[in-house]
């Protein structure tokens, strides 16, 4: 399987400012990569597909860049409903090798 | 808006049996391939199962395979997940999702398995 790997674990940022989290695949997984929110005790939300697209009504603070194996999710300029965890996932062998990283957590600087 | 809302989970003793379900009110079921995803406690995500559009074709992960079984009722808008031979390792918030552009437009809320004796 391809091995997602997200970093930092954990960024601390204020709000307003802007937010920078990686995610590397093991292997290229050409644009295939997706990035979903999580906020504690809640499903996790879809933001970013095709490594660049954002989903139905997602904010355009919201920006995804990267192919093959290196990827980005930007917020911005931080809300305060952006603080969560956000996991990459990504679907070039699909279904069976789908596979996410271990999310990136965004809390209060 | 898409709602997906997921019932059955509880505590059960390792090598039992649950079965999950999902429903899709209001929601133009038949049109989507449905997965169940799975969050162990403190961990990330893990793809459990697929079930394309009309029911036809399966897929399972190496994790489940032999175990888990997906099916769907498209007349009653249900998407269902038979777990049987279950083990500590199992224990997680499962959910529903559909797929759209394949990744996971819409889940529900989850519903929570226990394996322990």
């Known amino acids: 399987d391809i091995v997602m790997t997200q970093s930092p674990a954990t960024l601390s940022v204020s709000p307003g400012e802007r937010a920078t989290l990686s995610c590397r695949a093991s292997q290229s997984v050409n644009n295939k990569l997706a990035w979903y929110q999580q906020k504690p005790g809640r499903a996790p939300r879809l933001l970013i597909y095709d490594a660049v697209t954002r989903a139905t009504g997602i904010p355009t603070r919201f920006s995804g860049s990267g192919s093959e194996t290196e990827f980005t999710l930007t917020i911005s300029s931080l809300q305060s409903e952006d603080f969560a965890v956000y996991y990459c996932h990504q679907y070039n062998n699909w279904p069976r090798g789908n596979t996410f990283g271990q999310g990136t957590k965004l809390d209060f600087k | 808006e898409v709602q997906l809302v997921e019932s059955g989970g509880g505590v059960v003793p390792p090598g039992g049996s649950l079965r999950l379900s999902c429903a899709a009110p209001g929601f133009t079921f038949e049109e989507y391939a449905m997965h169940w995803v799975r969050q162990a406690p403190g961990r990330g995500l893990e793809w459990v199962a697929l079930?394309?559009?009309?029911?036809?074709?399966?897929f399972h992960a190496d994790s489940v395979r032999g175990r888990f079984t997906i099916s769907r009722d498209i007349s009653r808008n249900f998407l269902y997940l038979q777990m049987n031979n279950l083990r500590v390792e199992d224990t997680a918030l499962y959910y529903c999702a559909n797929e759209s552009e394949k990744v996971f437009g819409y889940w529900g809320q989850g519903t929570r398995v226990t394996v322990s004796s």
């Open positions: 079930i394309t559009r009309d029911g036809g074709s399966t």
